[in-house]
């Protein structure tokens, strides 16, 4: 007896699962951001702390592992972290603090995955 096939999905399905998972997450982002301030402006002590929540972590890696492979390159994550970041509209103050914080993220990241990917 014949296994039935696997539907292959198409491009168009490919790239709508993947704009609804990147929507999830930074919905689940923001909800968690939001959660931390109260309301206030975010500081680094709320870097420190959101970045010890496991379920952000993860939220944060499914971001960018856009193919679910539960594996990405260092430098692809932070390429693309970088490039997210810089496309919004953002005041000088507000860039100097974006790069402050990729640059945590990039410091932390190397920390515990070494040369690794993450």
Do not use: Y
């Not at 993947?18 to 997450?25: E, G, P, S, V």
């Not at 959660?35 to 971001?63: A, M, P």
């Not at 960018?64 to 492979?69: H, K, S």
Request: with cysteine.
């Amino acid at each position: 007896m014949k296994k039935p096939r696997k539907k292959k999905e198409s491009n168009i399905e490919i790239q709508f699962s993947r704009d609804a998972q990147r929507t999830r997450c930074l919905t689940s982002i923001r909800e968690t951001a939001l959660g931390l301030t109260l309301g206030t402006r975010f500081e680094k002590r709320h870097v420190e702390q959101i970045l010890q929540r496991r379920d952000f972590n993860g939220t944060l890696f499914s971001l960018f592992d856009m193919e679910n492979t539960g594996s990405l390159p260092q430098t692809v994550f932070l390429d693309q972290l970088k490039t997210s970041l810089s496309l919004g509209e953002l005041n000088w103050r507000d860039r100097n603090e974006v790069s402050e914080f990729v640059d945590i993220i990039e410091m932390v990241t190397f920390l515990v995955c070494k040369e690794d990917d993450i």
